[in-house]
């Protein structure tokens, strides 16, 4: 091996492997039981019908693949996403034009933010705050823009929350970026206005950016979550300053395919991450976006989602039972504590012919060695109430 290549694979080995290459790996030499129907709970992907109108628009706007389309997305279909955006969080007003962004799926636009937010020539590298367990890709663009993470434990001791007042002020005071998922994957975790209102307070005073992954807005089990923008707007703050939200159709309308999701929030920040994304170029085909628009001005379908979301969750934990369990308030995952999360996913696998992923998979271990998603698996509720039965009788049914 080359100097080169040993300095390059040095870079990228910070990354270590995704989890789903992590679980293949594990899963290698065991089969599933046979004679039993396999129950996939590993990926958080919807397995809903298709919205109604999705192939009729499609279909109408079949000529736009014959266009290159900008990257920030046709004015239509940011200012369908800004309508949202007011509708669903009583905001008076977004401003389509500099204040929202179209996004090729959440993933690529929560990975790129931080290239385009932090600056690793700084004397000390940025830290990027992150709740742990995460979405891998807050990890991952952390350390190729350049920072350094830092993880906040999500616990049982503190109902799941990212702990902001654990954080010692010397972090603070070295810290570019946070990011934020409410409701949380993987541990289901709702963001309340409260704390918003002081992550707001600690961004002011230490000067930061937040970036709030709201994939999950829609599902939720009682009330609906509130919004970084919403907090930001009714605590009177002008211009959103220093937040971005992201969201996505993919788990709002069940449409994973489509690669599609909203960037919004503070004008100046949109506009430094529109310079980046000018270069790197991650456009959505203009029929999709047609779609998208169809998709951000449409609640029938979200609401029919929402109904069957809870009646897996509820099917789910009638037969799992909930004790010792948090029931999560929003999201489609269950985190689940278990002995030992490798060897009951391979259990649950052999036995009982189930996938399901290990939680330490999606956690980082924090510098005393702690991994915080030990002992729990992640099972997505993405195949309807009975399918959501089937599986909580079978992950009953796992021994170790
Ligand atoms: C917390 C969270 N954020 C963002 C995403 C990315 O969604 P997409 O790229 O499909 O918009 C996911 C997908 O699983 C997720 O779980």
Same mark, same amino acid.
């Given at each position: 091996?080359?100097?080169?290549?040993?300095?390059?694979?040095?870079?990228?080995?910070?990354?270590?492997?995704?989890?789903?290459?992590?679980?293949?790996?594990?899963?290698?030499?065991?089969?599933?039981?046979?004679?039993?129907?396999?129950?996939?709970?590993?990926?958080?992907?919807?397995? /809903?019908? /298709?919205?109604?109108?999705?192939?009729?628009?499609? $279909?109408?706007?079949?000529?736009?693949?014959?266009?290159?389309?900008?990257?920030?997305?046709?004015?239509?279909?940011?200012?369908?996403?800004?309508?949202?955006?007011?509708?669903?969080?009583?905001?008076?007003?977004?401003?389509?034009?500099?204040?929202? /962004?179209?996004?090729?799926?959440?993933?690529?636009? /929560?990975?790129?933010?931080?290239?385009?937010?932090?600056?690793?020539?700084?004397?000390? =590298?940025?830290?990027?705050?992150?709740?742990?367990?995460?979405?891998?890709?807050?990890?991952?663009?952390?350390?190729?823009?350049?920072?350094?993470?830092?993880?906040?434990?999500?616990?049982?001791?503190?109902?799941?929350?990212?702990?902001?007042?654990?954080?010692?002020?010397?972090?603070?005071?070295?810290?570019?970026?946070?990011?934020?998922?409410?409701?949380?994957?993987?541990?289901?975790?709702?963001?309340?206005?409260?704390?918003?209102?002081?992550?707001?307070?600690?961004?002011?005073?230490?000067?930061?950016?937040?970036?709030?992954?709201?994939?999950? $807005?829609?599902?939720?089990?009682?009330?609906?979550?509130?919004?970084?923008?919403?907090?930001?707007?009714?605590?009177?703050?002008?211009?959103?300053?220093?937040?971005?939200?992201?969201?996505?159709?993919? =788990?709002?309308?069940?449409?994973?395919?489509?690669?599609?999701?909203?960037?919004?929030?503070?004008?100046?920040?949109?506009?430094?991450?529109?310079?980046?994304?000018?270069?790197?170029?991650?456009?959505?085909?203009?029929?999709?976006?047609?779609?998208?628009?169809?998709?951000?001005?449409?609640?029938?379908?979200?609401?029919?989602?929402?109904?069957?979301?809870?009646?897996?969750?509820?099917?789910?934990?009638?037969?799992?039972?909930?004790?010792?369990?948090?029931?999560?308030?929003?999201?489609?995952?269950?985190?689940?504590?278990?002995?030992?999360?490798?060897?009951?996913?391979?259990?649950?696998?052999?036995?009982?012919?189930?996938?399901?992923?290990?939680? $330490?998979?999606?956690?980082?271990?924090?510098?005393?060695?702690?991994?915080?998603?030990?002992?729990?698996?992640?099972?997505?509720?993405?195949?309807?109430?009975?399918?959501?039965?089937?599986?909580?009788?079978?992950?009953?049914?796992?021994?170790?």
């Amino acid at each position: 091996m080359s100097q080169r290549d040993q300095l390059c694979q040095v870079r990228l080995e910070k990354l270590g492997a995704y989890p789903f290459e992590r679980l293949k790996l594990l899963f290698s030499g065991h089969s599933p039981r046979s004679g039993l129907v396999p129950i996939d709970a590993g990926a958080g992907e919807p397995r /809903l019908p /298709l919205p109604s109108f999705v192939a009729d628009t499609l $279909s109408t706007h079949v000529s736009g693949f014959s266009k290159y389309p900008s990257t920030v997305g046709s004015i239509e279909l940011r200012q369908a996403i800004a309508d949202w955006l007011q509708r669903r969080y009583g905001l008076q007003h977004v401003d389509a034009a500099t204040q929202v /962004l179209a996004a090729n799926g959440t993933r690529e636009a /929560l990975f790129a933010v931080a290239h385009a937010l932090i600056n690793p020539e700084a004397d000390k =590298k940025p830290y990027v705050l992150m709740p742990n367990p995460m979405y891998q890709i807050y990890l991952g663009a952390a350390l190729t823009a350049g920072g350094e993470a830092v993880f906040l434990p999500c616990t049982e001791a503190s109902g799941f929350a990212p702990d902001l007042d654990a954080v010692p002020e010397s972090v603070w005071a070295n810290t570019a970026l946070i990011y934020v998922c409410s409701p949380s994957n993987p541990t289901g975790w709702i963001a309340d206005s409260d704390y918003f209102t002081h992550l707001l307070a600690l961004a002011d005073k230490y000067d930061f950016y937040i970036v709030s992954d709201e994939c999950y $807005s829609e599902i939720y089990w009682q009330d609906k979550p509130v919004g970084l923008l919403e907090v930001a707007a009714l605590s009177g703050r002008e211009g959103f300053s220093r937040c971005l939200v992201m969201n996505s159709l993919s =788990k709002r309308s069940a449409l994973p395919g489509m690669r599609s999701g909203l960037i919004a929030g503070d004008a100046d920040l949109i506009a430094r991450f529109t310079k980046l994304r000018s270069y790197t170029g991650p456009a959505t085909p203009l029929p999709l976006q047609a779609v998208a628009r169809a998709a951000w001005s449409d609640e029938t379908h979200v609401q029919q989602h929402l109904k069957v979301y809870r009646n897996s969750l509820k099917a789910f934990f009638d037969i799992y039972g909930a004790d010792g369990i948090t029931i999560p308030p929003g999201s489609f995952f269950v985190w689940l504590p278990v002995e030992h999360d490798e060897n009951f996913a391979v259990a649950a696998y052999e036995q009982q012919a189930v996938t399901v992923l290990p939680g $330490s998979y999606l956690a980082a271990e924090d510098a005393d060695g702690m991994n915080p998603g030990k002992g729990y698996i992640r099972a997505a509720l993405v195949d309807g109430p009975e399918c959501a039965a089937e599986l909580a009788h079978r992950l009953r049914s796992v021994r170790i």
